[in-house]
C-alpha cells in the first residue's frame, strides 16, 4: 500500500509563487511515473504535470506551460510542483498521482493507481 500526502498549497496573490510537495510512504519502491492534477469547482480534473521514474522525461499542460515546473527526489521519496507567475484561474485542489505500471510519463488517468488527498491553491487577483 502507498500512501501520498501533499503539502504547499495556500493562498497567494496574482503573480506569486507556491511550491508543493507530495510525499510518498508504504510500498514506495513500487511507485513509478507520477504526475499533479487540479481540480477546481465547475470544470474537469486536468493534468497539470507529469514525470517519469526517473525525472528525465516530463509533460506540462499548455495552460501552465513556462509558469509550472515538476521535479522529484526519489531519496526523499517526493514529487514537486514549483508554480511560479500564478493566476486566478490556477485556483484548484491540487492532487499528485502515482502509477504502479509505468515507468514513462503517464497522461491517462486511468493508468494512475495512488492518490493524494490534495491540498487548495487559491489564487487572488
Known amino acids: 500500500q502507498v500512501q501520498l500526502v501533499e503539502s504547499g498549497g495556500g493562498l497567494v496573490q496574482a503573480g506569486g509563487s507556491l511550491r508543493l510537495s507530495c510525499a510518498a510512504s508504504?510500498?514506495?519502491?513500487?511507485?513509478?511515473?507520477m504526475g499533479w492534477y487540479r481540480h477546481a469547482p465547475g470544470k474537469q480534473r486536468e493534468l497539470v504535470a507529469a514525470?517519469?521514474?526517473?525525472?528525465?522525461?516530463?509533460y506540462y499542460a499548455d495552460s501552465v506551460k513556462g509558469r509550472f515546473t515538476v521535479s522529484r527526489d526519489n531519496v526523499k521519496n517526493t514529487l514537486y510542483l514549483q508554480m511560479n507567475s500564478l493566476k486566478p484561474e490556477d485556483t484548484a485542489m491540487y492532487y499528485c498521482?502515482?502509477?504502479?505500471?509505468?515507468?514513462?510519463?503517464?497522461?491517462?488517468?486511468?493508468?494512475?493507481?495512488?492518490w493524494g488527498q490534495g491540498t487548495q491553491v487559491t489564487v487572488s487577483s
Open positions: 498521482a502515482g502509477s504502479l505500471r509505468h515507468t514513462m510519463v503517464v497522461r491517462t488517468t486511468l493508468e494512475y493507481d495512488y
Open positions: 508504504g510500498s514506495i519502491f513500487s511507485i513509478n511515473a
Open positions: 514525470i517519469s521514474s526517473s525525472g528525465g522525461s516530463t
